[in-house]
């Protein structure tokens, strides 16, 4: 008898007996490292979510993101990957040369996504475009050969420009394209007919004394090189830029938006957006090695009209039919 009210009274104590919470999956981790400023590429980085929520993969529902940014300081990419590794994050994906050789350096297991306007074969990143062959993959989309162009349709915006400037990062800040794109400014410029000036900056602290002797020498107009450094500081340089009035041309319509005159500037977004989904795909279990690397081949020119109008600049029916997108 009193076993069998035992067994009953366990029986009924079981049924009441709070159940120990089943652990949960973890929610995989992307790390995202770049050098540059944080909130800098918002249209970009809504494009890279929009990848990957075409793969399935929404941030704080079913993905975490952790983000490393170096703030510009350049040395500090490899302790922030090195970072990202002992985390253990799922995928990385770097924007930019720095962040992309900083992640291949650190880990040869963890994939990696990247989003550059270099050569990765070039960077020794894969093997080639197709069969990237290791643990990097991404999208590209073209900045280093535009340099030419930017001049010409600079020049064709202010022709009485007679000394054109060239603004360069310094070496910490630079990439292995960086001198090639110098190169190819003089050379344009050359083939043009103008004086060049050619200055490097290492910080945004440089910028005012920057445009202060880019008025002493007579510059008048100005062609921002492509970096990471100058993508942070797109106000201020738009700012310097008209207040000095010097026409320039940039590399982002970012800087246009900012108040900058004209960009021509390869689909950033496109390049984020494709390395949004394949973070998603390899987290679905695809091989970085297998995916190859996706390449935009699209242009953008804006200008902006009113710093046009400040600039005392008049904008020909010829270019305007040119320009994908008038910003006033």
């Not at 090189?225 to 320039?248: E, M, N, Q, T, V």
Request: charged share 20%; hydrophobic share 45%.
């Amino acid at each position: 008898m009193r076993r069998r009210k035992f067994i009953a009274l366990l029986g009924a104590t079981a049924l009441t007996w709070p159940l120990e919470p089943r652990a949960q999956p973890a929610m995989p981790v992307v790390g995202f490292l770049c050098s540059g400023i944080g909130g800098v590429y918002k249209n970009a980085m809504a494009a890279f979510h929009q990848g990957l929520k075409l793969a399935g993969y929404i941030e704080k529902q079913n993905l975490a993101i952790e983000n490393a940014w170096a703030n510009n300081e350049v040395e500090q990419l490899p302790v922030l990957a090195a970072d990202l590794v002992h985390r253990q994050v799922a995928v990385i994906f770097a924007v930019g040369p720095p962040a992309a050789l900083a992640a291949k350096a650190a880990t040869t297991t963890i994939p990696v996504v990247v989003a550059m306007g270099s050569d990765p074969v070039k960077l020794g990143l894969a093997t080639s475009l197709n069969r990237p062959g290791g643990n990097v993959t991404g999208a590209t989309f073209i900045t280093t050969d535009l340099v030419t162009k930017r001049l010409e349709l600079l020049c064709e915006l202010a022709p009485q420009a007679k000394t054109v400037a060239y603004l360069n990062p310094s070496p910490r800040h630079s990439f292995p394209a960086t001198e090639q794109m110098t190169s190819e400014f003089l050379a344009a410029a050359r083939t043009l007919g103008r004086q060049v000036v050619v200055l490097q900056v290492d910080s945004d602290r440089d910028l005012e004394a920057i445009f202060e002797a880019l008025v002493e020498r007579h510059a008048g107009a100005l062609v921002i090189a492509s970096s990471l450094l100058f993508d942070s500081h797109d106000d201020k340089l738009a700012a310097l830029a008209l207040r000095h009035s010097i026409p320039a041309i940039y590399q982002r319509r970012e800087f246009v938006e900012a108040g900058g005159l004209m960009c021509y500037s390869g689909k950033w977004a496109d390049a984020f957006h494709a390395a949004g989904l394949y973070a998603g795909r390899i987290l679905k279990g695809e091989k970085a090695a297998e995916l190859p690397f996706q390449q935009s081949n699209t242009f953008e020119v804006a200008i902006n009209t009113k710093t046009a109008k400040a600039l005392g600049l008049s904008i020909s029916r010829s270019l305007l039919d040119r320009v994908d997108e008038v910003i006033e």
